[in-house]
């Protein structure tokens, strides 16, 4: 049955990784997710849960969900602050939304240790280095 189902392919949907300053003019790590796409992404589900080792121990966080009524054509929407001690675990983030009524969805992963400098690039319409996946 599931190899009957042939869900659509999610192009043009990113999510980022960014430090930035914040309202104290200290130092924050934000997670973004940037629609690159043409059209508006409306009913978005994002669930974000970090899992690995850590200290020869296996760890699992939170699971957190946010939702977006609609995130506009070639934007940008802040979905959670994240903390520097998860860097070292895979830390996954579950987009689903909707365009012209069909459910899209894709599984995001940043590896360990991959959320840092050397990978940043210039991150569309947030205008600002991060690490991205698309």
Not at 69 to 74: A, C, I, W
Request: net charge negative.
């Amino acid at each position: 049955m599931k190899k009957d189902i042939s869900p659509p392919e999610v192009t043009d949907i990113a999510v980022a990784v960014v430090q930035e300053e914040n309202e104290l003019a200290g130092m924050e790590w934000n997670v973004y997710l940037v629609n690159l796409r043409d059209h508006d992404i409306e009913g978005v589900l994002v669930s974000s849960m970090g899992y690995g080792m850590y200290q020869d121990e296996e760890v699992k966080t939170s699971t957190l969900r946010h939702f977006m009524d609609t995130v506009k054509s070639r934007s940008f929407a802040k979905i959670e602050p994240i903390v520097e001690t998860v860097f070292g675990l895979n830390n996954e983030f579950w987009v689903s939304f909707y365009v012209n009524k069909v459910m899209y969805d894709k599984k995001y992963i940043f590896l360990p240790e991959t959320i840092k400098e050397e990978n940043f690039v210039m991150i569309p319409y947030l205008n600002k280095k991060g690490v991205m996946i698309k």
